[in-house]
């Protein structure tokens, strides 16, 4: 067995492959590893996925699925459950906001507990964003007294959940891939700028991978490595609460929040 097997990269790469393994040990590693390497990056994708993603946090792509919406509603003489609506029904404000689609921001934790706890219904229902406001608005929109929306949802199949928890653990294989790539076979731990690439790659799907000239690697600090790209791009990501809330915050009654919107569109 080579020494780099026993080192702490190997200990996450055996712990990322291995299904029956608890992924968030695997990322608890991954954040002492950024640590030892000196990368930021690494540090702070492995923290995002364990701990979550702030609303100003670049959020990877697979972290974001399909959802269709729903409806409950209630008529003079029937009950409505799940009954699945177009994003085009919504009133005129709120249609560039809101499609059929979700991102999770929580961390691996919450995602493995979403699915241990709705395994058996394979599916969870996630309230839309100011999902009561839009509610009334679509109530407001209808104008009938006797039919009445009572909730408004995304519905999200738990095997899109478990997928997100699968790519999750395929990048931090990709990530451990792309560093052992950049690091000669006598090193310990990746420099800074071989893990920060790693992450652009692997993570955001930006720049180029990292390749390391190894004949040059036994003599330590010697070592020609090229790293292509840019920085992971680190404009701010805007949330659907955030648009949604650009119509209707400020406003405290639903009437007033009606009332604002449909003048709006006046």
């Known amino acids: 067995m080579k020494n780099r097997d026993r080192r702490l990269i190997a200990q996450v790469e055996r712990d990322a492959l ?22 930021v990056s690494l540090r702070e994708c492995a923290s995002r996925e364990l701990t979550g993603y702030g609303p100003n946090d ?78 009334d608005l679509l109530n407001y929109a209808n104008g009938d007294p006797d039919q009445k929306i009572t909730a408004v949802y995304y519905e999200v199949s738990i095997a899109s959940i478990r997928a997100i928890l699968d790519r999750i653990r ?40 990292v390749t390391v000239n190894n004949s040059q690697a036994k003599n330590r600090g010697k070592s020609t490595v090229s790293v292509g790209g840019a920085a992971p791009d680190q404009t701010p990501f805007w949330t659907r609460s955030r648009k949604i809330g650009s119509f209707i915050v400020g406003i405290m009654t639903v009437a007033g929040a009606i009332a604002a919107i449909i003048a709006a569109l006046n």
């Open 170 to 209: 395929t990048t931090l294989v990709s990530l451990i891939a792309e560093m052992r790539a950049g690091m000669p076979d006598d090193e310990d731990v990746p420099s800074a700028g071989i893990a920060d690439q790693a992450v652009s790659v692997a993570v955001y799907g930006k720049g180029s991978r």
């Open 58 to 135: 670049e959020l990877p792509e697979y972290r974001t699925v399909g959802a269709p919406i729903k409806v409950d509603a209630i008529t003079f003489n029937a009950q409505i459950r799940g009954q699945r609506i177009s994003p085009r029904v919504l009133p005129a404000p709120l249609r560039e906001a809101i499609d059929e689609s979700h991102s999770f921001r929580s961390g691996v934790g919450e995602l493995e507990g979403v699915v241990d706890q709705y395994r058996s219904q394979g599916h969870v229902r996630i309230s839309l964003p100011m999902g009561a406001d839009v509610a």
């Open 18 to 39: 291995d299904a029956t393994k608890d992924l968030s040990e695997a990322l608890r590693k991954c954040i002492i590893l950024g640590g030892k390497a000196g990368s």
